[in-house]
């Protein structure tokens, strides 16, 4: 009989799966005889300690748990459904748990990259290292690159590895007796800038004294008179951002040696009215600096933003800040938020350029007396601390006549650096004998020790995490997750005395962390990958429908921006979980605030501000990061919106789509709204299921365009009302303003909502869902393995014990921390 088969008890090393009355609701559509789904309940397997097989039975728990089935229509007795559901419970975590108990909750994993990266900067005590590219990308499983499964080791992966631990390495070494010598280089007036025009034409950049332009007055300048180089009074006036083609450094300025470098420069916000007249601006102009080399800016650069945003303030006044360059680099002026002329503007002329009309009041921009760099800023000594690190106090190109004997103690105290748990003898056997080798064919030592270091950087020592309980593991996970780094003196402290393995300890320790700068390390990875914000710039916003945001790279990093400042401020300030979705406050700047219809403020920098209960801002779901994400440029999806909403902040992902069913296409024409497109698509009972509970959510963000702006009216190119005009690029652009928008719509479990208000009100109504994903999400970050069966009823324990007050955010990660599943217990 199949029954008895299947009813083996645990006794007999299988746990019990109570397949009969299963099979008595469910054997109609899931039985021998055309199983619906491919899923033939009376063939599945009993034995639960076969993974396949428990997770087979896991799904079937989760669509019964869930009423996903039986399908509707189809009688199941409620009695009879809580009874399976305890008993296949109980038995899955039965086994599972015994699974963990031989096995360990999962396996060790390898750091991914940006782990590596800055595990060498701290131990090498080089901040500004930069070996992340050098490393493949590493896979990612379960929304993050931090899972196990995913962090699989090739002989590619490790030569990889090998050459980035040695470029480290290189860098940290002196190879001078005494540091490079700083010096200071000074522009000013005409030598400000490479030529004297920049593409955009000339209201882009001109230079000028006592408040008016010089050498303006025809398309091509006349050479310089050695007067005007020399005139100190002279000024560069900038009006346009960077946008390819773009170089605007300072001439006969770049560094000889790679390090820090002071950056001051003399500069004030202007306003450029017509005939190329200034006058003082009326408010500040950001702007920040950008490392590069100063060749011609038709050759790929790596240019990279540094020393932070400025707020040029009216009338004059000297900036001042520190950035690291490279050697041969310079600095180059990136002015935020102005026009980016673009070339064929003028369709009727190829390679033209055209400056956009002027803003009323005139044009903001910024006009720069002179620029100096002072560098490279010596160290506090030398050799520098990355030297020391390798070599202790034996000084610049060491050879000790007791290289044996030198090389094994530099080489333990090395290990004891950077080895997260003590390294024992017979592990550190095998790199003594490679730097004796090397010594014996007659290699300098210093060759020979770095050999030895490299290959300690690239074995299980350094490259693996270990898994709890170990008390130096759970010291390395904690550090790992919130830090993304290795273990601090303290941590290592606690992890000798074994205190970190207290529950108390590490809650108070995660605390720590969380008011550290390395948090920020945490928010940027963490949200990079739950939320894809690292995915934020994948697709630019379409031109023909959306000229206003081309080459907007100060809106797109002022999104960013609020959205880890908002989730930094969950954790920091221990806030409900229902803020994920509906809070009163976000944070904003000049521009974003601008662009969300907020009231107007000044300046770059993000501040607080309280929203009103009419906004539809607050929370993650009406930021403007997630809603580029969730768009694709073009047009704005109530399927992809809806879909991540489910997945990433309710922790209810969708299916994969059936084979053989295209994507809805957006239709730009304006001519079908794309809830009209949706009623179409979903005719078919195959795809109504499924989308019914995904796109109503979706529908509620359709107030919102491809960058997050309001809007009651689709656009479109041919359909509705014709809009033209110039962008900030100087192109002509002609859309049209086509069918109002609907964000009503009716939730899988019957709620009805009007507006994105009504639906963030619905989900924040039940905030255990957002803290259970939250919780989820954290344990795949934190000991890169997803939950498991036998993770469930603590994940529930930790929810009930933050119930009474809300769920909140800094609330569940202590819980976290000081669980069973995070320091290596059993469930």
């Known amino acids: 009989m199949l029954f008895p088969l299947l009813m083996l008890t645990a006794a007999s090393g299988w746990s019990a799966v109570p397949a009969k009355p299963i099979l008595a609701a469910c054997g109609g559509c899931h039985g021998a005889t055309k199983p619906a789904g491919g899923l033939n309940l009376a063939s599945l397997s009993p034995n639960l300690e076969d993974k396949s097989v428990r997770e087979r039975w896991t799904r079937v728990h989760d669509r019964v748990e869930r009423g996903e089935m039986p399908p509707p229509g189809v009688p199941f007795a409620q009695p009879a459904k809580a009874a399976i559901l305890r008993d296949l419970r109980r038995a899955l975590h039965e086994a599972d748990a015994r699974e963990v108990a031989r096995q ?14 800055q595990n060498l900067r701290d131990l090498l005590a080089l901040p500004h290292l930069d070996v ?54 000074r522009a000013f007036g005409a030598r400000l800038f490479p030529g004297q025009r920049s593409t955009g034409g000339r209201e882009s950049m001109f230079f000028l004294k006592d408040n008016q332009g010089i050498n303006v007055e025809r398309a091509a300048a006349v050479p310089w008179t050695r007067e005007t180089l020399e005139d100190q009074a002279v000024e ?52 920040t600096l950008r490392s590069r080399r100063p060749t011609n800016h038709d050759i790929a ?7 932070g945003i400025f707020d040029i303030r009216p009338g004059r006044g000297v900036y001042e800040t520190v950035v690291y360059l490279r050697e041969g680099q310079t600095v180059e002026y990136g002015l935020l938020g102005l026009p980016v002329p673009q070339v064929d503007a003028i369709p009727s002329q190829p390679g033209s350029y055209r400056y956009p009309p002027f803003p009323a009041g005139g044009q903001p921009g910024v006009a720069f007396n002179w620029i100096e760099l002072e560098g490279p800023l010596p160290p506090a000594s030398w050799p520098p601390a990355s030297h020391r690190v390798l070599f202790d106090e034996l000084g610049i190109h060491p050879s000790p006549a007791n290289a044996r004997a030198e090389a094994r103690r530099l080489l333990r105290r090395f290990m004891g650096r950077a080895a ?30 770095i050999a030895g270091y490299q290959a300690f950087l ?47 300890v590490v809650r108070a320790q995660a605390d720590r962390l969380i008011q550290s700068p390395g948090f920020e390390r945490f928010v940027k990875a963490f ?7 690292r995915h934020l710039r994948r697709d630019d916003p379409d031109i023909r429908l959306y000229p206003e945001y081309r080459l907007d790279e100060y809106l797109v990093d002022s999104m960013e921006r609020e959205t880890l400042a908002f989730i930094t401020t969950l ?18 700047n000049e521009h974003l605030a601008r662009h969300y219809g907020l009231p107007a403020m000044e300046g770059s920098r993000l501040r607080r501000v309280e929203l009103p209960p009419s906004s539809p801002r607050g929370g993650l779901l009406t930021q403007g990061a997630i809603l580029k994400i969730t768009a694709n440029g073009t047009s704005t999806s109530p399927v992809l919106r809806g879909a991540w909403i489910m997945d990433r902040i309710a922790g209810d992902p969708p299916p994969p789509p059936p084979p053989n069913v295209p994507a809805v296409e957006p239709d730009i024409r304006g001519a079908k709204t794309i809830r009209e497109q949706l009623a179409l698509h979903t005719r078919s009972a195959q795809c109504a299921g499924c989308h019914a509970k995904f796109d109503p959510p979706g529908f509620a963000l359709e107030n919102f365009d491809v960058l997050g702006r309001w809007r009651t009216r689709y656009r479109g190119v041919a359909e509705g009302e014709r809009v033209t005009g110039i962008d900030h690029t100087g192109h002509d652009f002609a859309y049209t303003v086509a069918g109002p928008v609907d964000a009503g719509g009716t939730l899988a479990n019957g709620k009805t909502f009007r507006n994105v208000l009504e639906l963030k009100a619905i989900l924040a109504s039940d905030p255990r869902p957002l803290a259970r994903n939250l919780m989820h999400q954290w344990i795949v970050y934190a000991t890169g393995t997803p939950v498991r069966f036998s993770d469930r009823a603590e994940v529930e324990r930790l929810l009930d014990q933050c119930a009474p007050a809300g769920y909140r955010v800094g609330d569940l990660l202590r819980a976290f921390v000081g669980s069973k599943i995070f320091l290596g217990g059993t469930s």
């Open 104 to 117: 360990g909750r999962g396996p060790v994993r390898r750091l991914n990259r940006d782990e590596y990266e």
């Open 132 to 185: 992340r590219d050098i490393l493949p990308e590493d896979r990612e499983a379960f929304h993050f690159n931090k899972t196990a499964e995913a962090l699989d080791m090739s002989r590619v992966q490790l030569t990889a590895y090998m050459d980035a631990a040695e470029a480290a390495l290189r860098e940290a070494m002196a190879t001078t007796p005494a540091p490079p010598e700083a010096t200071v280089q």
């Open 236 to 287: 560069m006036g900038l009006f346009r951002s960077p946008g390819w083609p773009y170089g605007a450094f300072p001439q006969r300025i770049a560094t000889k040696h790679p390090g820090l470098y002071r950056v001051r420069f003399a500069a004030r916000a202007v306003l450029q009215h017509p005939g190329f007249r200034l006058t003082d601006a009326s408010h500040t102009v950001p702007m």
């Open 301 to 307: 650069e790596d240019v990279k933003s540094v020393g």
């Open 420 to 449: 997260r748990r003590p390294v024992p003898e017979t592990a550190a056997a095998p790199f003594d004998q490679l730097i004796a080798r090397r010594l014996d064919k007659g290699e300098p030592f210093v060759e020979s020790v």
């Open 458 to 504: 690239c074995s299980g020592w350094f490259l693996y995490l270990e898994n709890p309980p170990d008390a130096h593991a759970i010291a390395g996970r904690l550090s790992h997750f919130l830090a993304n780094t290795a273990p601090d003196t303290e941590l290592r402290s606690l992890a000798e005395s074994g205190r970190i393995r207290e529950p108390a």
């Open 527 to 533: 949200a990079g990958y739950w939320l894809n914000l």
């Open 571 to 588: 954790v920091r300030e221990n806030l409900p979980a229902a803020s994920l979705v509906n809070a009163n406050f976000t944070f904003v």
